[in-house]
T-cell receptor
Framework: EAGVAQSPRYKIIEKRQSVAFWCNPI?????LYWYQQILGQGPKLLIQ????????DSQLPKDRFSAERLKGVDSTLKIQPAKLEDSAVYLC??????????FGSGTRLTVV | SQQGEEDPQALSIQEGENATMNCSYK?????LQWYRQNSGRGLVHLIL?????REKHSGRLRVTLDTSKKSSSLLITASRAADTASYFC???????????FGKGTKLSVIP
């Protein structure tokens, strides 16, 4: 079974620029999550999709972050404009129900 | 969703020793999951224990759950340098697919 694919692996941008991350979940996994992990902390949920609908985006900074999951498969997370404090690893995960998430390897974003 | 709190925050042991890390949570759960994260990588699901189970084994991993104390422990026996990683617990309540993670326990296994 293929894992959760994320790209790019690394990204360096200047503050106020925009950036987008892509995630392809495991086939058949209806639920998809984006997490932000700042160095030294645990992952923090940004948004949860069920198929192509948003279940929870309460912790997504909507003034600068947006996410979509067209056709209930792939998802993109965008930041525009980026701030220094957005430097983090962005993790995508997918699941069937709540019993075991599969995570991608993440995208490490550095904002300078 | 609720967050588990791992303890200790950091643990350093010699290769071959056992490592024990603990997790506490606040409200009733359906299951509790443990994940491992190697530096710079995504989290990997290790083991899930349901609320009606008290102990579960998987290879060198042993997980216990005490719902009366709202706590769980993860024991890694005969540790190896490759076990060096951060370990997170994630309690999951009824009707929620969402997992919330604490700061984890950072385990260092010294060869």
């Amino acid at each position: 079974e293929a894992g959760v694919a994320q790209s790019p692996r690394y990204k360096i941008i200047e503050k106020r620029q925009s950036v987008a991350f892509w995630c392809n979940p495991i086939s058949g996994h209806a639920t998809l999550y984006w997490y932000q992990q700042i160095l030294g902390q645990g992952p923090k949920l940004l948004i949860q999709f069920q198929n192509n609908g948003v279940v929870d985006d309460s912790q997504l900074p909507k003034d600068r972050f947006s996410a979509e999951r067209l056709k209930g498969v792939d998802s993109t997370l965008k930041i525009q404009p980026a701030k220094l404090e957005d430097s983090a690893v962005y993790l995508c995960a997918s699941s069937v129900g709540s019993e075991g998430y599969t995570f991608g390897s993440g995208t490490r974003l550095t904002v300078v | 969703s609720q967050q588990g709190e791992e303890d200790p925050q950091a643990l350093s042991i010699q290769e071959g020793e056992n490592a024990t890390m603990n997790c506490s949570y606040k409200t009733s759960i359906n299951n509790l999951q443990w994940y491992r994260q190697n530096s710079g990588r995504g989290l990997v699901h290790l083991i899930l224990i349901r609320s009606n189970e008290r102990e579960k084994h998987s290879g060198r991993l042993r997980v216990t759950l005490d719902t009366s104390k709202k706590s769980s422990s993860l024991l890694i026996t005969a540790s190896r340098a490759a076990d060096t990683a951060s370990y997170f617990c994630a309690p999951s309540g009824a009707g929620s697919y969402q997992l919330t993670f604490g700061k984890g326990t950072k385990l260092s296994v010294i060869p």
